[in-house]
T-cell receptor
Framework: RKEVEQDPGPFNVPEGATVAFNCTYSNSASQSFFWYRQDCRKEPKLLMS?????NEDGRFTAQLNRASQYISLLIRDSKLSDSATYLCVVNMGSNYQLIWGAGTKLIIKP | NAGVTQTPKFQVLKTGQSMTLQCAQD?????MYWYRQDPGMGLRLIYYSASEGTTDKGEVPNGYNVSRLNKREFSLRLESAAPSQTSVYFC?????????????FGPGTRLTVT
């Protein structure tokens, strides 16, 4: 079993819709969690950190469920510019112990 | 600020050739990293440098060497390229502390080994 698993997609979603995807992790000792965004043929960029209490940044909401060992990302009122691959990242205790998911591809259609 | 820069952007090598990928950051970060990204897989850490003068192996170091030339620069060398090293290579940096988790990435180098 992979340490960090994501549905590769693609998720094809009409503009304005709400979309959510999950990421599961296998190690219960995982300490912190992040979502990165990667545009086609570009570098990853941090989208948001995921806190135990959940966090929201505009149209984006991230949640953590430690009991079931998954994190989620919800995007409301999706825009064409949200089309990208979303990478789930789990931190095992330091910057040198990041486990990266393979990503979920999201395509927003007009 | 340029952030993290990498050269070259693209490279084609024949099996057995060598090359060095260059990376530099202007954010005064202590930590720097080299990753590779392959289709269907998450980023995998090749080597990292926690500070100037130190380097350590990551998950997939075989076939690679690194040099932390100074605080700004961290290079990755392939001594004898193999087709299995065909990949996209990203350099990243973070810091100045060890708990500043956000990593800043360069634009990547697309390497093909034939």
């Amino acid at each position: 079993r992979k340490e960090v698993e994501q549905d590769p997609g693609p998720f094809n979603v009409p503009e304005g819709a709400t979309v959510a995807f999950n990421c599961t992790y296998s190690n219960s000792a995982s300490q912190s969690f992040f979502w990165y965004r990667q545009d086609c043929r570009k570098e990853p960029k941090l989208l948001m950190s995921v806190y135990s209490s959940g966090n929201e940044d505009g149209r984006f909401t991230a949640q953590l469920n430690r009991a079931s060992q998954y994190i989620s990302l919800l995007i409301r009122d999706s825009k064409l510019s949200d089309s990208a691959t979303y990478l789930c990242v789990v931190n095992m205790g330091s910057n040198y112990q990041l486990i990266w998911g393979a990503g979920t591809k999201l395509i927003i259609k007009p | 600020n340029a952030g993290v820069t990498q050269t070259p952007k693209f490279q084609v090598l024949k099996t057995g050739q060598s090359m060095t990928l260059q990376c530099a950051q202007d954010m005064n970060h202590n930590s720097m990293y080299w990753y590779r990204q392959d289709p269907g897989m998450g980023l995998r850490l090749i080597y990292y440098s926690a500070s100037e003068g130190t380097t350590d192996k990551g998950e997939v170091p075989n076939g690679y060497n690194v040099s932390r030339l100074n605080k700004r620069e961290f290079s990755l060398r392939l001594e004898s390229a193999a087709p299995s090293q065909t990949s996209v290579y990203f350099c990243a940096s973070s810091g100045p502390g060890t708990t500043d988790y956000e990593q800043y990435f360069g634009p990547g180098t697309r390497l093909t080994v034939t």
